[in-house]
């Protein structure tokens, strides 16, 4: 009897085992990658850029105007727009992004920002 219990109670626990190894790989996701942007007069601080998986864009305002960060692109056949607030002179903004694979514009929407050159690319390849 005691040798079925000790059975019993291996079997469970590598059951359990196999469940959780199981969930867990499916619930792992990859970390972003981490982008420092850093924005000043008429420079994105982003040259187009090519990343696989998330990213995480920690954006600071190191210029004297006012400057925001605008990534648009499609997704699903439908237009997609993710900005941050405008931020003033040192402040900072971050935003954290998992986007299909496809090309994204990224620019600063205030005022004429982006003809004067605050504008790149991000490309986001599939993992």
């Known amino acids: 009897m005691k040798q079925i219990r000790m059975l019993a109670a291996v079997a469970l626990i590598a059951g359990t085992f196999a469940i959780h190894a199981e969930a867990q790989s499916h619930g792992t996701h990859a ?5 420092e942007v850093k924005m000043t007069e008429w420079d994105m601080g982003l040259k187009n850029l090519t990343v696989k998986g998330p990213v995480q864009l920690n954006i600071v305002n190191d ?3 006012p400057h925001a960060l605008t990534l648009e692109g499609k997704v699903g056949g439908k237009e ?3 900005s941050t607030p405008v931020l003033t002179a040192g402040q900072k903004s971050v935003l954290v992004v998992n986007l299909p694979a ?3 514009e ?16 991000l490309t986001v390849k599939d993992q």
């Not at 970390?31 to 982008?35: E, R």
């Not at 990224?106 to 690319?121: F, I, W």
């Open 31 to 35: 970390a972003p990658q981490v982008i």
């Open 63 to 65: 210029g004297k105007f």
């Open 106 to 121: 990224v620019y600063c929407p205030v005022g004429n920002h982006e003809e004067r050159g605050m504008k790149s690319t």
């Open 102 to 104: 496809g090309k994204y």
């Open 80 to 82: 997609i727009e993710i």
